[in-house]
C-alpha cells in the first residue's frame, strides 16, 4: 500500500477510534475519557489530510 493511502487509511481508523472513545466518555461520565477521544479524532483528521496531499504529489 502507497504512503498516501495508508496515511489516509490510519487517519480514518483513528477518526472512528476517537468517536467511539468520545461517546463512551461521554455515556460513561468520563470527562478525561471524552477529551482523548476528541484529541484523537482531530489527529486522524490531520493525518487522513497529510495522505491526500502525498497522494496528490505522488509520494
Not at 495508508?6 to 466518555?25: I, P, Y
Not at 476528541?38 to 491526500?52: L, P, R, T
Amino acid at each position: 500500500m502507497k504512503s498516501g493511502n495508508r496515511d489516509q487509511a490510519e487517519g480514518t481508523f483513528h477518526q472512528m477510534k476517537g468517536k467511539l472513545k468520545e461517546v463512551a466518555g461521554k455515556l460513561s461520565d468520563n470527562p478525561k475519557l471524552k477529551a482523548e477521544g476528541a484529541v484523537e479524532k482531530i489527529a486522524g483528521k490531520v493525518q487522513e489530510k497529510i495522505g491526500q496531499v502525498k497522494k496528490v504529489l505522488g509520494k
